[in-house]
T-cell receptor
Framework: GQQLNQSPQSMFIQEGEDVSMNCTSS?????WLWYKQDPGEGPVLLIA?????ELTSNGRLTAQFGITRKDSFLNISASIPSDVGIYFC??????????????FGKGTLLTVNP | GAGVSQTPSNKVTEKGKYVELRCDPI?????LYWYRQSLGQGPEFLIY????????DSGLPNDRFFAVRPEGSVSTLKIQRTERGDSAVYLC??????????????FGSGTRLTVV
């Protein structure tokens, strides 16, 4: 099935550093979501974006919905050890039906060295 | 329950066997989704239920896969004649309504299926 292009695949950073990751798609979405997944757990929603150009923050996390509706980025500021995990972008195309299925990226594995 | 519950958490089966994976959504949630996550990949959509009916099963890879939700709550994903390529984590998610799914639904912890 289709997966979004997410980069980088992995990042190794020092505690306190800022992190940026992004996601691109060949097709348009009208909702972008960012999830974090810890080992042995399901993805947990971090941020949801609903309008092209929208910039939204959740604590140290900031995400933007690209104006072309084909891309999004996530920034994490002042990283801490508990930020370790896999981050996924996901797009939704809401087209009048009721099925809000998600198309995910392949994930970015974040490692934070204390 | 407080969250989406999936059982078993791990399942090892022999090639060719039949397996059932169970999902207990959050109480009252009408929309239910199944996703499959292979190693090193993001989750991929399998099937969506609105109430008791499968509204979209376009993600099921072939006719060995089938899912039911007879009473509109618990769902079972059934895989016949399992193959080694079916090995993956199977995730279930639910939301209060279909429109609520737009706001990012709640995932369970998944069932890790290993076919040997």
């Amino acid at each position: 099935g289709q997966q979004l292009n997410q980069s980088p695949q992995s990042m190794f950073i020092q505690e306190g550093e800022d992190v940026s990751m992004n996601c691109t798609s060949s097709s348009i979405f009208n909702t972008w979501l960012w999830y974090k997944q810890d080992p042995g757990e399901g993805p947990v929603l971090l941020i949801a974006l609903y309008k092209a150009g929208e910039l939204t923050s959740n604590g140290r996390l900031t995400a933007q919905f690209g104006i072309t509706r084909k891309d999004s980025f996530l920034n994490i500021s002042a990283s801490i050890p508990s930020d370790v995990g896999i981050y996924f972008c996901a797009g939704q195309l809401v087209s009048g039906g009721s099925n809000y299925k998600l198309t995910f990226g392949k994930g970015t594995l974040l490692t934070v060295n204390p | 329950g407080a969250g989406v519950s999936q059982t078993p958490s791990n399942k090892v089966t022999e090639k060719g066997k039949y397996v059932e994976l169970r999902c207990d959504p959050i109480s009252g949630h009408t929309a239910l989704y199944w996703y499959r996550q292979s190693l090193g990949q993001g989750p991929e959509f399998l099937i969506y239920f609105q109430g008791t009916g499968a509204a979209d099963d376009s993600g099921l890879p072939n006719d060995r896969f089938f899912a039911v939700r007879p009473e509109g709550s618990v769902s079972t994903l059934k895989i016949q004649r399992t193959e080694r390529g079916d090995s993956a984590v199977y995730l279930c998610a639910s939301s209060l309504t279909s429109r609520g799914s737009k706001y990012g639904y709640t995932f369970g912890s998944g069932t890790r299926l290993t076919v040997v």
